[in-house]
């Protein structure tokens, strides 16, 4: 497998918005995609089912935030600032 090297530095502002990201649980993404089923569900049952299509697809963009989010805590910002080999 070939090694590739990034050269590629994050800038300022993305790694103060991870620094701050990174302080929320993860837990709180995964409630966000539940909650936001559960209120697409509610609105489907009140036969408002354009909202909740939308409200429904919010799901998933919580659930990427958190992966983003745990990516983040694990990883570190960006790796190439810290160790230039």
């Known amino acids: 497998m070939t090694n590739l090297k990034n050269d590629h530095r994050e800038g300022e502002t993305t790694k103060e918005i991870e620094k ?5 649980p993860s ?3 995964l409630a966000a995609a539940i909650v936001s ?3 697409s569900l509610t609105l489907k049952l009140m036969n408002r089912s354009k909202t909740a299509l939308f409200v429904g697809q919010w799901a998933a963009s ?3 935030l ?3 989010n745990k990516i983040v ?3 570190g910002h960006d790796k190439s600032d810290q160790n230039p080999n």
């Open 66 to 68: 958190g992966i983003y």
């Open 27 to 29: 837990g709180v993404f």
């Open 20 to 24: 701050q990201t990174s302080k929320i």
């Open 62 to 64: 919580f659930l990427l």
């Open 73 to 75: 805590k694990l990883e």
């Open 37 to 39: 089923m559960g209120g």
